[in-house]
Nanobody, 121 residues
């Protein structure tokens, strides 16, 4: 599976952005999809994930209630909707695919290239 993340940019605090992650391959619907982020000087951290069916989602406490994840298996795309953005959300955001969901980045087999999100105060 090859992943291509897009949709990052510069936004003011309190604003919204929607990231997209387009996947190649016919097996996209079999994979759980995750989002991670990495700020300068920090380790990559879990943001959220969605099951292969789209029924189940999970989020880090830091984004719970502000971020949502959805997927369109017909379009091989997963989305990260980010609302009420804060300066501490500034990071490079990565999408990932794996047969099972996990909060640990090392568990994910496939990664996109990352897209920069910058939230100004």
């Amino acid at each position: 599976v090859q992943l291509q993340a897009s949709g990052g940019g510069l936004v003011q605090a309190g604003g919204s952005l929607r990231l997209s992650c387009a996947a190649s391959g016919r097996t996209f619907s079999r994979y759980a999809m995750g989002w991670f982020r990495q700020a300068p000087g920090k380790e990559r951290e879990f943001v959220g994930a969605i099951s292969w069916s789209g029924i189940s989602t999970r989020f880090a406490d830091s984004v719970k209630g502000r971020f949502t994840i959805s997927r369109d298996n017909a379009k091989n795309t997963v989305y990260l909707q980010m609302n009420s953005l804060k300066p501490e959300d500034t990071a490079v955001y990565y999408c990932a695919a794996n047969s099972e969901s996990s909060a640990y980045s090392v568990a994910w087999n496939y990664w996109g290239q990352g897209t920069q999100v910058t939230v100004s105060s």
